[in-house]
């Protein structure tokens, strides 16, 4: 079955970089968009971008052009989302999720960013 | 911008049926297929519905998804509610090259 699991809990200080991780498995990598939804406390679900593993190539929300960057590694079956200049309103759950259609969801990564 | 409106809470009681709407700024929301999110408390969000009215296995059909192309809008329907439905439940679907969420609607089940 598709599993998409998550790197762990990370606190970050104003102004750093953050760096999430999300190794898929049970369906071939390649054939599925992977996006990256976040969620802060107590908030709704906010669409952040999406990576096509076939080839790389990404969309970003407008509001996170330029602070936004998703790769990925075929070789390991894991998509990246690299966030900087993180403020104290990036703190949130980060979900990598599967797809357009029957959506698969990561388990998800809190991300506190406190000084 | 494409917009996804939800009502922001609905309430009903157990074994009812309950209609959560899901209305399309502009455009037609018929143009792009729509998927159903239910997130229960704590827990990650899971599809209910996807390309309007589809249902994954486990999902059951009590769960109903539908477009109301004069209305520019989708409804996930829920008959025999269960206490265990209660849930904050989201529309998503995409414009263009963006992927859209509405703003979640939580369904009290009393």
């Known amino acids: 079955q598709v599993q998409l699991v998550q790197s762990g809990a990370e606190v970050k200080k104003p102004g750093a970089s953050l760096k999430i991780s999300c190794k898929a498995s049970?369906?071939?990598?390649?054939?599925?968009?992977m996006n990256w939804v976040r969620q802060a406390p107590g908030q709704g679900l906010e669409w952040m971008g999406m990576?096509?593993?076939?080839?790389?190539?990404?969309t970003n929300a407008q509001k996170f052009q330029g602070r936004l960057t998703m790769t990925t590694d075929t070789s390991t079956s894991i998509v990246y989302m690299e966030l900087s200049s993180l403020r104290f309103d990036d703190t949130a759950v980060y979900y990598c999720a599967r797809g357009r259609s029957r959506t698969s969801w990561g388990q998800g990564t809190l991300v506190t960013v406190s000084s | 911008n494409f917009m996804l409106t939800q009502p922001h809470s609905v309430s009903e009681s157990p074994g009812k049926t309950v209609t959560i709407s899901c209305t399309g700024s502009?455009?037609?929301?018929?143009?792009?297929?729509v998927q159903w999110f239910q997130q229960r408390p704590g827990s990650v969000p899971t599809t209910v519905i996807y390309?309007?009215?589809?249902?994954p296995s486990g999902v059951p059909d009590r769960f109903s998804g539908s477009i109301d192309r004069s209305a520019n809008s989708a409804s996930l329907t829920i008959s025999g509610l269960r206490t265990e439905d209660e849930a904050v439940y989201y529309c998503q679907s995409y414009d263009t090259s963006n992927v859209i969420f509405g703003g979640g609607t939580k369904l009290t089940v009393l």
């Open positions: 502009s455009g037609s929301i018929a143009t792009n297929y």
């Open positions: 390309e309007d009215y589809q249902r």
């Open positions: 049970g369906y071939t990598f390649t054939s599925f968009y």
């Open positions: 990576i096509n593993p076939s080839g790389g190539s990404t």
